[in-house]
């Protein structure tokens, strides 16, 4: 580079630093700082793409090596508390990705697929090493636990005990994942099991777990399924279905279940009611997802259920995901020839940065508890005994 190159470059650097400087500054943030929550940048290109792109340009440099932090968790907690999110709500990607959710439904049948496609089929490989043994994908539940194991078991009792479950009963499991909760229902619970995942991968994985119980895992979307079931589970699959579908989502669920049946939706939640996600997560994590908020679930529920209980405990979102993160850290080493670095920095961004977002109560975690209001029951919510909740884990 000559001479008055890098005296322009330079010139152009200056106030970029500057600016993104005083806007971290407001978070307790600094560049190339001293502290874990610090942006070290190793290119000035980062710092023009988070300017201008907002969360797109912070994760996409970030992949791309232009910058580095020892914790991103810490830094994504910092930013979001410093309310630095709303001072980028404005930017192109957001303001293209809002209007098209507007204009579209992004969760048609057809689209749907997409996410299974280009996150839940990535490789049943680096699931297995990030998460349990019975491959729970979703928030574990931290209350008595002290390994992910225990949590994540202790999560799928509370379910059970909160939907009631009797031996004999029939439960629709929708967004079934790799057939976890499924399994255990079935066997400790004496239920038989229909569990519908848009997954091709998790199917196939899901199958080859039954152990001769009665589950059946099907690769079918929520709107096609039909029959009569005593309960009906979601868990961590309502973040897909999109605004534009909750009437249908829960329309369907209601004309699924029995009378006298309990429904379960554990679900992410947002502060606020928007109609897209971040651009980010949308490019590469989750497509077309979005986050339901208190009133849009209200609203969609009024026509159909009662609400029994809602319960919230995101914070303990926070510490799953932080398990998976060093689970899935100490398996790269395993995973190198299946997944390059890109995607294991755009991983990383992934894990750390919604256990950031989390822990600074930007996003919630939710099981709400819907009943037929043609029945007249008291529903209180279950309490973990030691003889159950803390069984030993084989």
């Given at each position: 580079?000559?001479r008055s ?5 330079q ?9 993104l400087q005083?806007?971290?500054a407001?978070?307790?943030v600094?560049l190339?700082?001293s ?9 000035p290109?980062?710092m023009?793409r988070?300017?201008r ?9 970030y992949?791309d090596?232009q ?8 830094l994504v ?5 410093g309310a630095?999110?709303?001072r980028f709500s ?6 293209w990705l809002?209007?098209?959710s507007?204009?579209?439904?992004l969760?048609t049948r057809?689209?749907a ?9 990535v ?11 019975h ?7 931290w209350?008595?636990?002290e ?5 994540q078991?202790d999560k ?6 909160k939907l009631?479950l ?8 929708i ?6 909760l499924?399994?255990?229902a079935a066997?400790?619970h004496?239920?038989?099991?229909v569990g519908v ?6 199917q ?5 777990q039954?152990?001769e119980l009665?589950?059946e ?10 029959g009569?079931?005593d309960?009906?589970?979601s868990?961590g699959?309502f973040e897909?279905?999109?605004?534009k ?5 829960f329309?369907k669920c209601?004309?699924?279940?029995r009378?006298d ?5 554990h ?5 606020t009611?928007v ?6 997560l949308?490019r590469?994590?989750?497509p077309?997802?979005m ?6 679930i209200?609203k969609?529920?009024?026509p159909?259920f ?5 319960h919230?405990?995101?914070?303990d979102?926070?510490?799953t995901l932080m398990?998976?993160?060093?689970r899935?850290?100490?398996a790269?080493?395993?995973l190198?020839?299946r997944?390059?670095?890109?995607f ?5 961004f992934?894990l ?7 822990r600074?109560?930007h996003?919630?975690l ?5 009943g037929?209001?043609?029945q007249?029951r ?5 309490t ?7 069984a030993?884990v084989q």
């Open positions: 580079m000559s190159t890098a005296h322009i470059t010139a152009l650097v200056k106030p970029r630093r500057g600016r005083a806007l971290l407001e978070c307790g600094t190339n700082g502290r874990p929550f610090d942006i070290q940048v190793h290119e290109q980062a023009d988070m300017l792109h907002g969360s797109l340009g912070l994760g996409e440099s992949m090596g910058w580095e932090c020892e914790r991103i968790d810490q907690e910092r930013l979001l508390r630095l999110n709303r404005n930017t192109r990607a957001y303001r809002t209007w098209l507007r204009l579209q439904n969760q057809a689209r697929r997409i996410v299974g496609e280009r996150h839940y089929d490789g049943n490989a680096l699931f297995e090493s990030m998460l349990d043994s491959m729970n994908y979703s928030c574990a539940y209350e008595r636990a390994s992910l194991e225990q949590a078991r799928m009792e509370l379910i059970c005990r009631e009797e031996p004999g009963m029939r439960l629709l499991d967004g079934c994942g790799w057939g976890g499924a399994r255990y066997e400790h004496g239920v038989s099991v995942t848009i997954s091709r991968e998790q196939v994985w899901a199958a080859t039954r152990h009665p589950v895992i099907r690769r079918q979307d929520y709107r096609d399924v039909s009569q079931f309960r009906v589970v868990v699959m897909h279905v999109g605004y579908n909750y009437d249908v989502f329309r209601r004309s699924v279940l009378a049946g309990l429904m379960l939706l679900t992410i939640g947002g502060n009611s109609h897209a996600t971040d651009p980010w949308h590469y994590i989750f077309n997802g986050l339901p908020s208190i009133a849009q209200g969609a529920i009024e159909y009662l609400m029994e209980d809602w919230s405990f995101g914070a979102y926070d510490r398990a998976w993160h060093q899935i850290t100490k790269w080493h395993r190198g020839e997944y390059d670095e890109r294991r920095r755009m991983w990383n992934y750390l940065s919604c256990a950031g977002a989390f600074a109560r996003v919630q939710w099981q709400i508890v819907l037929n209001d043609a007249a008291t529903y209180r919510r279950p973990m005994s030691n003889s159950t909740a803390n030993e």
